[in-house]
């Protein structure tokens, strides 16, 4: 079975809003893992 590509990408706004949420030290472990996740849906940025 070939493998289906994710389509499922997270907004530009939402991913700042994770980028955030990673950087300030005072947000929870599950704060930080869906964070994570929301980024890693993100498509790679051409320079």
Same mark, same amino acid.
């Given at each position: 079975m070939a493998k %289906?590509?994710?389509?499922?990408?997270t907004s530009k +706004? !939402?991913?700042?809003?994770?980028? %955030?949420?990673l950087r300030d030290p005072k947000s929870? +472990? !599950?704060a930080k893992t869906a964070a994570a996740s929301a980024l890693?849906?993100?498509?790679?940025?051409k320079k």
């Open positions: %289906r590509k994710n389509s499922e990408v +706004k !939402a991913a700042s809003a994770a980028g %955030r949420v929870s +472990k !599950a890693t849906q993100r498509p790679n940025q």
